[in-house]
């Protein structure tokens, strides 16, 4: 079993930025999802274990996920917040071990508040 403690989450007025940590000790490819209150929880973007990425159409440009795996340790930066980017994210965090197959593990979220 894998901990993953996600952190960075917080109260930002429209227009600002926040970066989120997630530490997973021994994942190298992740996700970020998150979920507004009364809706499904969404995809948000993700990177492989190659470094390559993949967005939302709806934060496409103003978000960029990174890793460093050398600390376990995956990042989103977001910029341009707007209000509906507010929600609880979500780190998503997967590991390979020989013979096995991918194993994912989720954090316990961290609230994102996007208000003037």
């Known amino acids: 079993q894998v901990q993953v403690v996600e952190s960075g989450g917080g109260l930002v007025q429209p227009g600002g930025s926040l970066r989120l940590s997630c530490v997973a000790p021994?994942?190298?490819?992740g996700s970020w999802y998150r979920q507004a209150p009364g809706q499904q929880r969404e995809w948000v973007a993700s990177?492989?274990?190659?470094?390559?990425?993949n967005y939302a159409d709806s934060v496409k440009g103003r978000f960029a996920i990174s890793r460093d795996n050398s600390k376990s340790t995956q990042y989103l930066q977001m910029n341009n917040l707007k209000p509906e980017d507010a929600g609880v994210y979500y780190c998503?965090?997967?590991?390979?071990?020989?013979?096995?197959?991918?194993?994912?593990?989720w954090g316990q979220g961290t609230q994102v508040t996007v208000s003037s």
């Open positions: 990177i492989t274990s190659q470094g390559a990425t």
């Open positions: 998503k965090a997967g590991r390979v071990r020989l013979g096995r197959p991918p194993e994912d593990y």
């Open positions: 021994g994942t190298i490819f």
